[in-house]
Every structure is written in structure tokens, then in C-alpha cells.
Nanobody, 126 residues
Framework: QVQLVESGGGLVQAGGSLRLSCAAS????????MGWFRQSPGKEREFVAA????????YYPDSVKGRFTISRDNAKSTVYLQMNSLKPEDTAVYYC???????????????????WGQGTQVFVSS
């Protein structure tokens, strides 16, 4: 049974930082590309960050580039999202996702991901 469990969300003031974690089980973690997405009420889920099997390749949209960093620890089957310089518009439920992909390939399209976590709430106050 594949399971992805996000943690680390909470309330933070604008300009602050949070680190989200996603622990995976039931899959060969090192053979999956991982990604982070977010969704706020009334909006579609949007891409936040992606990382390849080894962590050598990453990709970010312009909205978070320079502020967010995705990383992974394959020994712990965990992917992280370090979020700095947070803005109120970053407020959302953040989801991690897993997709079987070739080595060093990043996946940015929502529909390509096979597994999703339940999400963790991030609220950034102004």
C-alpha cells in the first residue's frame, strides 16, 4: 500500500520560513521522481517543485524560484520542501506526489503523477 504523508505545515508570518516533509512508504522511493504541488480554495492545483530520482535535477516555476528548495533523502524515503521568504499568496494546502520516471528526469505535470499525499496546510499571514 503506497502512502505519502506530508508534515511541517503551520502558521507563519510573511517573510518567514517553513520546511515541509513527505515520508513515503510502499514504493521503491529511489526509483520515483517526486514533486510538490499546492492548492488553495477555489483554485486549481499548481506545480511548486520537482526533483529527479537522485536529486541531481530540480525544477521550479517562476512563482517560487529562488525562494523554495526541494531536496530528498533516499535513505529515509523522504522529500523536503524548504520555503523561505514566504508570502501571503503562498497560503495553500501543500501536497507531495510520486511518479515513476527515468533517472534524472523531473516531472512538472500534475496528471503524470501516480501517488499523492493528503496534504499539509500552510498559512502565511501578512
Amino acid at each position: 500500500q503506497v502512502q505519502l504523508v506530508e508534515s511541517g505545515g503551520g502558521l507563519v508570518q510573511a517573510g518567514g520560513s517553513l520546511r515541509l516533509s513527505c515520508a513515503a512508504s510502499g514504493l521503491t522511493f529511489s526509483s520515483y521522481a517526486m514533486g510538490w504541488f499546492r492548492q488553495s480554495p477555489g483554485k486549481e492545483r499548481e506545480f511548486v517543485a520537482a526533483i529527479s530520482w537522485s536529486g541531481r535535477s530540480t525544477y521550479y516555476p517562476d512563482s517560487v524560484k529562488g525562494r523554495f528548495t526541494i531536496s530528498r533523502d533516499n535513505a529515509k524515503s523522504t522529500v523536503y520542501l524548504q520555503m523561505n521568504s514566504l508570502k501571503p499568496e503562498d497560503t495553500a494546502v501543500y501536497y507531495c506526489a510520486a511518479d515513476r520516471a527515468p533517472p534524472d528526469v523531473v516531472v512538472t505535470r500534475t496528471w503524470l503523477y501516480d501517488y499523492w499525499g493528503q496534504g499539509t496546510q500552510v498559512f502565511v499571514s501578512s
